[in-house]
């Protein structure tokens, strides 16, 4: 039986190459299938991964019916086996539906790939959706890290290196990293993300704010202590 399979996580877990590998290996097996994104981070019309990967893709928009768009090509007598869904947490509730509509009428294979929150920790209204629908829902066994070295459970957004909590839910930053050894943005972005463990998320500690923090003489173990009397 078809099944419509989310996979989530936060940022940096690997949820692009995963998609990417999904469609290879379905590929490799003589199937036809249909590679759709929103949003990418490099650009309309683009898988990509942090590893540098890439293949050609539908951009998904407001206006577009998935529905329509797997059975004209069906029509018109393309082969479609499976959905790639990359960025799905970008895709709209109806569109989620009409993925679950592909599934269940037309045998096909929905593999969808997205975080659940979003800055704020709020769902995003697509992957709320994937949520109530799929038939199973899987997070990533591969673990981001905050800057601190625990495990990555929050997505932030920041600005000039600092932690925002207002604003629109989408929003396209500064994703790359740029030669920081802990995968940080660059400090000085205008609009960039990161990921937090849910302590340092609470905190608002960005790594660009952790930084100075650890350089403080205000938090190392010694300082103005009076010296030892001579013996």
Partial sequence: MAE??????????????????????????????????RQDRAGEAVVS???????????VRDTTDVWAEVTGRRTRGERVDYLVCDEAQFYTPEQVEQLARVVDDLGVDVFAFGITTDFRTRLFPGSQRLLELADRVQVLQVEALCWCGARATHNA???????????????????????????APEVGADVAYEVLCRRHHRRRLTAARARPAALSPD?????????PSGG
Avoid at 16 to 29: E, I, K, M, Y
Avoid at 165 to 180: A, L, M, N, P
Avoid at 220 to 226: A, E, I, N, T, Y
């Fill in 4 to 37: 419509l399979v989310f996979f989530s996580g936060t940022m940096d877990c690997g949820k692009s190459t995963l998609a990417l590998q999904v469609d290879h290996n379905h590929a490799a097996r003589g199937k036809g299938g249909l590679v759709l994104t």
């Fill in 219 to 227: 938090v190392l173990p010694f300082g103005d202590r009076p010296a």
């Fill in 157 to 183: 957004r920041t600005h000039h290196g600092a932690m925002v909590v207002e604003g629109d839910q989408v929003v396209v930053g500064d994703v790359t990293e740029r030669g920081d050894p802990g995968g």
């Fill in 49 to 59: 991964s942090r590893l540098g990967l890439r293949r050609r893709a539908v951009e």
